[in-house]
């Protein structure tokens, strides 16, 4: 329809227009959005909540914009010029610093990878399901949901994952939170200072923004095949993802923070690298809620991390890259998403751990952020790249801003764990 025809239409026929509309372009940003929230940032959310009560509650929600400013971008750039972000590095600035952005972000995947299977052995024994068979079969899940030749039903079966995590709310609306705590909470003031506030503040922020995020949604919006018409659904798309993202990791704060206040029983099963608001809850009811929320969502996170390294890669060394495509016409591609995780689940048979790894890495991601990030705002700046769609002045020194304070954030974050100031 045209805008005048869309106007003279029925109600009933513009909603069906929208919502077609909508249909036609959901998917990059939300699929992105949830598995953000994956098996590492559920511990550090709950590990927040069980620390410093519902204190890192402002902290979380005023991620919101940061993270629809950054992955924004990252849509305007892969809808405009159809190209990966490792790509459009490679063509403006050389094969080089494609290598860097691409390298550095990989690097951190692997130990993402790591936490995921962790984590989804950490749901399966909360259930009872033995490690092993829990690996085996999310190799085989994470093979099958790309082996399908067709985009679109990949990413049917990524949305229904996603679905899992609002087991979270659940989570935390079932443990009846008093309300003027959490209202109170809204206020940091009491818990700032306090040894170990600075590095978990850092850790939400490293588990609400992570690099893959950048590599993911642009490629996906590319090989989902959006046009610029799609442009204004997309950054609706990516602002509404970017709330249920945070509104999730706020929901496991707040379980933790109310299950650690009412003083219930731990579990008589172990579990060592739950944090104790949140391993109050594994059992009964309440256990498989919290069981199905973290395998789907180390399930999810596995997938998207996965890849955005294959898109990552296939982009830096000129390989076909699409889901669309079969094995046989993009091996790399394939050959990357398949094998790249199989080292990590080898490590989480035989060392099953979160604890060792999570809030590091999580202050890590905010200084590795910084490399594709600088990259990101160059380009959604370049008018050569997005003519009248490239940032204005004022709107990337807003985004060089945020870039900075981030880095600087992570650095603080660094400092304050390298020299035992974070408790």
């Known amino acids: 329809m045209t805008t005048i025809d869309d106007a003279l239409a029925p109600a009933p026929a513009r909603v069906r227009e929208r919502l077609a509309r909508w249909v036609a372009v959901v998917g990059p940003a939300w699929i992105v959005m949830l598995a953000d929230v994956d098996a590492p940032s559920v511990v550090t959310a709950g590990r927040a909540g069980t620390v410093f009560g519902y204190g890192l509650i402002l902290p979380l929600l005023a991620l919101i914009p940061v993270l629809y400013l950054v992955q924004e971008m990252t849509a305007r750039l892969g809808i405009v010029t159809g190209r990966g972000h490792a790509e459009l590095i490679r063509e403006r600035y050389g094969m080089r610093w494609a290598g860097v952005a691409v390298v550095t972000m990989v690097a951190i995947d692997l130990v993402a990878y790591v936490a995921e299977f962790a984590g989804i052995a950490l749901g399966a024994a909360i259930l009872g399901i033995p490690v092993a068979p829990a690996i085996v079969a999310t190799l085989v899940v994470h093979s099958l949901v790309v082996l399908t030749r067709s985009y679109s039903t990949f990413e049917r079966i990524a949305l229904a994952f996603s679905v899992l995590l609002f087991a979270f709310i659940i989570l935390a609306i079932g443990q009846q939170p008093d309300l003027r705590a959490v209202a109170a909470g809204l206020w940091p003031g009491a818990a700032l200072g306090q040894p170990g506030y600075l590095a978990l503040a850092v850790g939400l922020t490293g588990a609400s923004v992570m690099p893959w995020m950048l590599f993911y949604q642009q490629a996906a919006s590319v090989d989902k095949g959006l046009r610029r018409q799609d442009l204004p659904t997309a950054r609706r798309e990516t602002l509404l993802g970017a709330g249920a993202s945070q509104l999730l990791m706020v929901a496991i704060l707040v379980a933790a923070a109310a299950a650690t206040a009412r003083a219930l029983p731990l579990p008589s099963i ?154």
């Open 270 to 423: 172990l579990l060592p690298d739950l944090p104790a608001g949140l391993a109050r809850l594994a059992v009964g009811p309440t256990g498989v809620v919290l069981a199905l929320g973290l395998i789907g969502a180390g399930v999810l996170a596995l997938v998207v991390i996965s890849l955005s390294a294959a898109w990552a890669w296939s982009e830096l060394l000129g390989w076909r890259h699409s889901l669309n495509h079969s094995v046989r016409r993009a091996p790399g591609f394939y050959l990357v998403y398949l094998l790249e995780v199989v080292p990590a689940a080898l490590i989480a048979l035989l060392a099953p751990s979160l604890g060792a790894v999570v809030l590091g890495a999580m202050i890590l991601n905010v200084v590795v952020l910084a490399i594709p990030l600088t990259f990101l705002v160059r380009l959604s700046s370049d008018r050569e790249v997005l003519g009248p769609l490239a940032n204005s002045r004022r709107r990337a020194a807003v985004l060089w801003a945020v870039t900075g304070g981030l880095l600087l954030l992570g650095l603080a974050g660094m400092a304050g764990e390298v020299l035992g100031l974070s408790g």
